[in-house]
């Protein structure tokens, strides 16, 4: 019995120590611009790829820190995606969106399951598993990848979606 407390004990210590001595960060929500996720034509019926590049400075994403900026943990909240409505626009299927930047390998970041349609804007479901974010804001480069399925057999021209998506970023204070 006094084992066992005393174990119950040890770990109640063990707790209170790594929750005392946890950097103190500060939470951030970050939105991308509105970026052009590009395809460029001729695309062809079944998978097609669209990619956006957000090229940021993380002193201009959070000039209230001094010094140098840490991020300790990075995930995204939101992905939209809306047909470019002053173009042509084919009949389109399903769209996965992935990630990638300079030391990171690419990442699938959210999933439409539903038809796109123009002149609707789409929120993508989030991955519930998101790695390498905090790695991806230090390369201060960030490509998304859209690959999307074609359900017309034939397009000649580009086709291009605003692309918007909202990180909560945490940094070292």
């Known amino acids: 019995m006094k084992i066992k407390l005393l174990s119950f004990a040890m770990m109640g210590l063990v707790l209170?120590?790594?929750v005392s001595c946890?950097?103190?960060t500060e939470t951030h929500q970050v939105t991308t611009p509105v970026l052009d996720l590009k395809a460029v034509g001729p695309l062809f019926e079944g998978s097609n790829t669209s990619t956006a590049t957000w090229k940021f400075s993380l002193n201009d994403?959070?000039?209230e820190i001094e010094g140098d900026i840490v991020v300790d943990k990075a995930r995204i909240t939101s992905i939209t995606v809306k047909p470019r409505s002053d173009m042509d626009f084919p009949k389109v299927g399903k769209m996965v969106m992935e990630m990638k930047s300079k030391y990171t390998s690419m990442t699938r970041i959210g999933?439409?399951?539903?038809?796109i349609q123009i002149d609707k804007s789409y929120d993508l479901q989030i991955a519930g598993?998101?790695?390498?974010?905090e790695t991806a804001f230090e390369d201060e480069r960030i490509t998304f990848v859209g690959d999307f399925d074609m359900l017309q057999e034939d397009f000649y021209d580009d086709v291009v979606f605003d692309l918007q998506v909202t990180f909560e970023v945490e940094t070292l204070k």
Do not use: G, T, W
């Open 129 to 133: 598993k998101q790695e390498e974010l």
């Open 111 to 115: 999933l439409l399951e539903s038809n």
């Open 61 to 63: 994403l959070f000039p």
């Open 22 to 24: 946890a950097p103190d």
């Open 16 to 18: 209170i120590m790594n």
